[in-house]
T-cell receptor, first 114, second 115 residues
C-alpha cells in the first residue's frame, strides 16, 4: 500500500541556518503530495502541496519539489527562524482518492534556537 | 473564525470508562474525519463522514463509534476505554474530498490517556 517515510527528528538548527527535511514515498501512479505543519498547541495546517511531477510547492519561504524519479518531496528553507519551530508532516493522497485516503509520515520536529 | 474546534484538549480515563470527544466546524464542510496519532507514528484514520447521516470506517475503527446528525458536529465515542487507545486525536474537515484545490483543516487535538 501507499506509504510515506520521513527523517526522524528532532532537527536542531540555529536561526538563519538552511533546512532540509527529507520525505520519500511509495505509491502507484501520481499521488498528490503535501507538507503539513503543527505549531505548539495548534492543529495541523497545510504548508504547501504539489499535485503532479516536477511541481514546486512553496509558502512562507518553504519549498518542496515533487520528484517522480526519486519518489521524493523534500522540504527546504533557506534561512529558518525561531518561529519555524514546529512538527512537520509529509503526506500523500493517492491518485483518484479522497482525503479519507490521506497517508501521513511520522512527523519531524524542528527546533530553532536564536 | 473558529475553523475546527475540538474538546476537551486533555483527558485521563480509567480502563472501561466511556467518553465522547467533541468536534465542530463552522465552515459548512461536508467531509469530516477523525485521526489518531500514536507516539512515533503517522496519523491514522479512524472514521470519516461525507455528510450528515453518513459515516464510514477508516483504517483503525475498532473500539470507536461516530455519528453525524448535523453538518457541523462529528463526535467520536469511546465506549470501553483501553490502554491501547492512549493517543492524540485529531478531527479534520474539508469542503470536498477530491480536487486539486481541496484542503483539509485540522483541530488542535485531544490528548487522551487511559490508565
Amino acid at each position: 500500500g501507499d506509504s510515506v517515510t520521513q527523517m526522524e527528528g528532532p532537527v536542531t538548527l540555529s536561526e538563519e541556518a538552511f533546512l532540509t527535511i527529507n520525505c520519500t514515498y511509495t505509491a502507484t501512479g501520481y499521488p498528490s503530495l503535501f507538507w503539513y505543519v503543527q505549531y505548539p498547541g495548534e492543529g495541523l495546517q497545510l504548508l504547501l502541496k504539489a499535485t503532479k511531477a516536477d511541481d514546486k510547492g512553496s509558502n512562507k519561504g518553504f519549498e518542496a519539489t515533487y520528484r517522480k524519479e526519486t519518489t521524493s518531496f523534500h522540504l527546504e528553507k533557506g534561512s529558518v527562524q525561531v518561529s519555524d519551530s514546529a512538527v512537520y508532516f509529509c503526506a500523500l493522497r493517492g491518485m483518484n482518492t479522497g482525503f479519507q485516503k490521506l497517508v501521513f509520515g511520522t512527523g519531524t520536529r524542528l527546533l530553532v534556537s536564536p | 473564525n473558529a475553523g475546527v474546534t475540538q474538546t476537551p484538549k486533555f483527558r485521563i480515563l480509567k480502563i472501561g470508562q466511556s467518553m465522547t470527544l467533541q468536534c465542530t466546524q463552522d465552515m459548512n464542510h461536508n467531509y469530516m474525519y477523525w485521526y489518531r496519532q500514536d507516539p512515533g507514528m503517522g496519523l491514522k484514520l479512524i472514521y470519516y463522514s461525507v455528510g450528515a447521516g453518513i459515516t464510514d470506517k477508516g483504517e483503525v475503527p475498532n473500539g470507536y463509534n461516530v455519528s453525524r446528525s448535523t453538518t457541523e458536529d462529528f463526535p467520536l465515542r469511546l465506549e470501553l476505554a483501553a490502554p491501547s487507545q492512549t493517543s492524540v486525536y485529531f478531527c479534520a474537515s474539508s469542503y470536498s474530498t477530491t480536487g486539486a484545490n481541496t484542503e483539509a483543516f485540522f483541530g488542535q487535538g485531544t490528548r487522551l490517556t487511559v490508565v
